[in-house]
């Protein structure tokens, strides 16, 4: 298999293990597994009850196991007793056990050889093989095999091959574990199991409202499978004799299957039943194609660097399995790889996630946005509950759009996602569908409102501020006037007012809107824009004293209380802002917000680095770029370091696609510009980099050298394009070469102002 | 019984009772209980188990109930599952169950008359009488009356009378109910409950380290005892007959004793068993006594103002009732009559309670302030464990000096306490035993160096500033250069200076010590103090708008944000700092100061107004301040608005102590003069006022009229007396009489210069 299409491991490291199981998660937008292993290991219980202090998000410990199970439905949330509501961590359906004489197959204590396991980011197949020398003597070679259909939404398909060196039997159990809790806390008022035929078996749990019906066949040429069930698990066991060198196969299928409470559980109604007379290879081949249909429109290709090439795959996987299939659902800040941030939703998924898929698959796009519309009523609410008027999104949001951050001061302070959602409204109805802007009509409008009630005027009317809020640096306690914050609701309330002139709404709102979005101030010292008006009050951060370790957060050594007061910036901030209104400041303005900022920024959020890492192409800072590039785009890949264990940063999934289209390819967003435009910079290390682009309805594949850009038309109008500055008109089909400018470096740019 | 020297009530009400219970605590500075029901009430379960969220401490949230049990030892405090550890709830002892004919008495079903309830302040007695007509007909009078020993320290004496008019049988139960809940958290991992004799039980309940046993004995002249134990309680029943006006006597003794787990437990060792020569009367005799002791150094007289009167000896008799008896201890913030803040200790030990010992009874302060000298370890370990030097004490303190309190933004910004705890100790050591400065030399250069590592200096190093603090004025979240902080810490490091250059510490320290306290700034804008640099940038908090309903707290009914980033203050500031600095400050600043923050005070906390009383003292704004000491002097009186449900505001208590000595009497601390000095301000409403002082070591009585003072040195020494400007020596024994000023309006004071 090619590597630059697959994540490899060629050993079983306990250590590393967790951080496997989170970067190995499969799905197809409706259901996600974790990597885990289907004969599990020994020493992990799932069920251990524990209970998180709602402490700091940043900081949030989990107990340390060598494994995690993970199974979730996008949506699909129970009760916290202290937290509101999380994703539930369903039971463990790919359990497949294997004894021989006796011994359990565990990986800690067996003796293994030939170990092999590889994600196809193809296909999204996870296999893995190797040898089981017995203690007995056999020795064994195991294969399994396993996806999640992306052709049929909650089922998942098992394989699994066994063969000796000698005639000998064999065990397999497999079957359903519902004895797993949510962050240490068991979220199932009720297990019921029960036998469902020879080869079936099936289990129900119950969470709040609703329950999730499991439904498990297990499918082999020999054996007899014997029904078991004891304590919250149940399953099939059976005995089979392995000829020497005769391969044996055993098929698992499971499909989960929500069951409102009122209804009843029908197994005839589990889609499980209809694919009796599809095959494993029937199964795959339609999923396999299914995926191939993901990836034409969305593939990137980097020549000459396999690392680049992986690390942006594997992003754009993740990306393209969390992509939602549903109404009511979005996309959860761990990636439903993980129970971390309790599967709730942040502005993440409008600002990181949200360009990828208007660029590749609009209609996911929109989805996003239409959970937002959705939610509008919970935004109501939650603006009412703090005493404004107009709609307030949540800071973390379940499906019902209630705020569910247990830490005040992200709940009630980190107003930006408001506005970051309106933002991304308007970038989607620039690059997909202007009339989004009427179906988003009220929400615009809504949250107009709330910006309008939560402003303070200053004394003489002059200024219109947004005191006491912190902005995307949430090492900055409360702050007046963030920038970032200020700039993004000054574009939701422009947009508020041109909504309501269009919809006729009342005129001296409309004044309102735009005389507070003309009126909010951006705080500025000379060219220096300020982070808020009292960031110079704060203390230096003093690094080289308090960050002794730099491979550690800088928040994990020192107190909470340091980070609010001084410098420090956990992530970028007026950097953010820069990033996401390019127009607004000239490349001085930029140069010096980089100076001053960088040096205080630990990127203590995975958020932080591939903004900087488009400001330093900005500032033609190559070898910045390009380090940071490394970092961002190989953070989940980290497994020694651990950096998906308790999922994936799906939101840095998203930045690396955007810092290599946005940033090495430039391509401008609708934002900026009704024409297709590219600035490229490519990193001197890549000889080429093409992928595919969907620019207001028209595909285009773009091929990118350093010194040439091929474009291609692939629909069926003509379509305008521009690269660095070189218009040209592109028929259907046609195909064009533009040449590019050389890099210009920063320092040839002083001359221009504002 | 004299009504200005008793709590009375003519009516039983469950509405109000559970205020009652808190006020009508009884205690002697070990153990402490709540004035609750001996035969209880029905559906008041006390074993409910809930938990709080840690979120807003001002806006604790408890089950709404109409008794709510409280028995407490001193110090002795338990694991919260979430917030560390927690006062400890302990076993109900006062039960006593009366029955009739199958008809159990309760306030709340029975037919009840002539009810009476009374609390005598003079030596803490409670005493109940009723008559009761019972279902099957017979009238049964029914007295109860109760006190815990001041000469025993952990035994409660309990003795019911009964009496009926026609001839009769009565069942009565009593003994011990370990079904409790400490914050709705059962601290308890083991209960041991057995029969100690043909009229004693015993029930030992464990908590961590420690054991806690209990004895109760029941004692009547007739009546057989028969043991009882079921789920956690356990105790005697007997039957007796009751003939036509004949009275019978039924007397409980209970004895809580503090075990160490290692140790066995010895009933012999109970100190009860010693006691049975002795009867009711005799013990009760002993007890007043000892109360007569107790009042004699620290009683006030109104004259004229018998709810004054009442009130400031309500005061006073809780004061009395918490003055801590043995070493590791200190008074809590609900005075050991509530669950509420948990038990632990605060600043208002040192800046609200603490004079009134001082000044009555010196011996019982330094066991507060050696308190604190014990926790220095916790407090070393609070600093490191923030990444400073030296010492910082906990907002909220276990006996540990563990930092408790599970809000962060108290926790971590609060950091005034420090500096408070150094005043207190400078107070109490000019007030009572200069020498106590080296006995709390450590803690003073410890919290020094604390300071040291605190502070952020300015650019040019002309400021050493404060950031991120909050002040007492809670409803700002964090602050640069709080005014309030500021001062006290200057002072804690000219403290720090003085101490090391006596003890010959490193010149570099106290260079450091002296150059920081000269620049820690005080922020104002020309008279204006500010409560800190950015005070004028937060928004106008529109009471009008949000402030409906004045009866309830501005905090009800506006979220915290809003509280975080207006005007609103909780409670005096700066004006708390022209209150402890008084000649900091000229009338004209404390004029603007009042004028500009008195409209942004909310006063949700109970420390907030006696400081306005103080103030509208020296402004002389004499109704203002009349109006405040009615409220402040009132609060736990207000039995129908509940307040004192969740126990006793005993750092109010200390306030109406202090706007009655220091205010209306307008005695100078030891800390602005060596001379026992007058100011008095008395209310028109008041003939006299008369009080005893402890001065110097030197008692005085001192008694107040409109225009004259009268002293009488009470010692053995000659003693200095300053009555507003007229000075005199008095002699022992001698009395002398002073003349004193008219008042003076404060526009006359507006000459005075800085």
Not at 295 to 300: A, K, L, M, Q, Y
Not at 662 to 689: C, H, N, R, V, Y
Not at 732 to 754: K, W
Request: charged share 25%; with cysteine.
């Amino acid at each position: 298999m090619n590597s630059e299409w697959s994540l490899q491991q060629t050993y079983f490291s306990a250590q590393e293990f967790r951080a496997s199981e989170g970067l190995f998660t499969q799905g197809n937008g409706y259901l996600h597994i974790r990597g885990s292993l289907e004969e599990h290991l020994s020493d992990c219980p799932q069920n251990v009850e524990y209970r998180r202090k709602p402490t700091n998000v940043t900081a949030e410990k989990f107990p340390n196991i060598t494994s995690r199970w993970g199974t979730f439905i996008a949506g699909f949330m129970g009760k916290h007793p202290i937290l509101n509501s999380q994703i539930v961590n369903l039971p463990y359906v790919l359990g497949l056990k294997i004894f021989h004489d006796g011994e359990a197959l565990d990986m800690v204590h067996c003796e293994i050889a030939s170990y092999s396991r590889q994600l196809n980011l193809r296909n999204g197949v996870l296999s893995r093989s190797f040898v089981w020398r017995t203690v007995s003597g056999p020795i064994i070679t195991v294969r399994f095999e396993r996806f999640i259909s992306s052709t049929h939404k909650g089922i998942v398909v098992q394989r699994l091959k066994l063969s000796s060196d000698e005639d000998t039997n064999i065990q397999v159990q497999g079957g359903i574990d519902a004895d797993v809790r949510t962050n240490g806390y068991d979220c199932f008022s009720e297990v019921f199991m029960e036998s469902a035929g020879s080869n079936k078996v099936y289990c129900k749990v119950k969470v709040d409202g609703y329950s999730m019906g499991i439904l498990s066949e297990l499918i082999s040429d020999s054996g007899d499978w014997e029904y078991y069930q004891f304590s919250k698990k149940n399953g099939l066991a059976s005995i089979f004799e392995l000829k020497k060198a005769i391969e044996i196969v055993i098929e698992k299928r499971t499909e989960l299957k929500k069951i409102g409470l009122e209804k009843e559980d029908f197994l005839a109604d589990f889609e499980l039943e209809d694919l009796y007379s599809l095959t494993y290879e029937n199964l795959l081949e339609e999923h396999t194609k299914q995926w191939d249909l993901k990836w034409r429109d969305s593939d990137i290709c980097i020549e000459n660097d396999p690392v680049s090439q992986l690390a942006i795959r594997t992003s754009i996987y993740h990306l393209l399995r969390t992509e939602v299939l549903e109404k009511g659902v979005s996309i959860d800040a761990k990636g439903y790889a993980g129970e971390a941030y309790y599967g709730r939703y942040f502005w993440d998924t409008e600002i990181y996630i949200l360009p990828f898929y208007i660029y590749t698959h609009p209609m996911s796009a929109q989805k996003l946005l239409d959970f937002r519309i959705n939610t509008l009523d919970g935004a109501k609410e939650n603006a009412r509950k703090y005493g404004y008027s107009g709609a307030r999104y949540p800071w973390q949001t379940d499906i019902h759009g209630r705020e569910c951050c247990a830490n005040w001061q992200y709940a009630d302070h980190e107003i930006h996602v408001t506005a970051d959602i309106v933002y991304a409204i308007l970038h989607y109805s620039k690059a997909v569908k202007s009339s989004y802007l009427n179906e988003a009509s009220e929400l615009i409008i809504e949250t107009g409102k709330y910006w309008l009630s939560r402003i303070s005027w200053s004394e003489n009317n002059s200024t219109a501020n947004l005191l006491g809020v912190m902005g995307p640096d949430e090492y900055t306690l409360v702050s007046n006037n963030n920038a970032y914050t200020n700039r993004m609701v000054k574009l939701n309330l422009e947009l508020s007012a041109h909504i309501s002139k269009l919809t006729g709404k009342n005129n001296r709102e409309i004044k309102m809107f735009e005389e507070v979005a003309q009126k909010l101030p951006i705080p500025r010292k000379g060219d220096l824009i300020l982070q808020c008006d009292e960031f110079e009050t704060f203390a230096e951060p003093e690094f080289d004293k308090y960050w002794q370790d730099r491979s550690k957060p800088f928040a994990s050594q020192v107190s909470q209380e340091r980070l609010y007061r001084t410098k420090c910036l956990k992530q970028a901030d007026v950097l953010m802002m820069m990033y996401l209104f390019p127009n607004d400041f000239t490349n001085q303005e930029v140069k010096k917000a980089w100076d001053y900022y960088y040096p205080y920024t630990t990127h203590d959020s995975s958020l932080s680095l591939s903004i900087h890492g488009f400001i330093a192409l900005r500032l033609r800072m190559h070898e910045k770029a390009w380090e940071i590039w490394r970092k961002v785009s190989m953070l989940d890949l980290d497994i020694k370091n651990g950096s998906a264990a308790e999922g994936i940063h799906i939101a840095s999934c998203g930045a690396t696609w955007q810092l290599a289209v946005f940033g090495f390819a430039g391509m401008k967003t609708s934002l900026e510009t009704d024409i297709l435009t590219f600035d490229p910079i490519l990193p001197k290390q890549w000889k080429s980099m093409s992928f595919r682009i969907n620019w207001k309805g028209q595909k285009v594949f773009v091929r990118l050298y350093h010194d040439v850009c091929k474009i291609k038309n692939l629909s069926n109008g003509n379509i305008q394009v521009n690269v660095s500055g070189a218009r040209g008109k592109l028929n259907a089909d046609q195909e064009a070469v533009f040449q590019y400018r050389p890099d210009v470096e920063i320092e040839a740019l002083e001359e221009v102002t504002r």
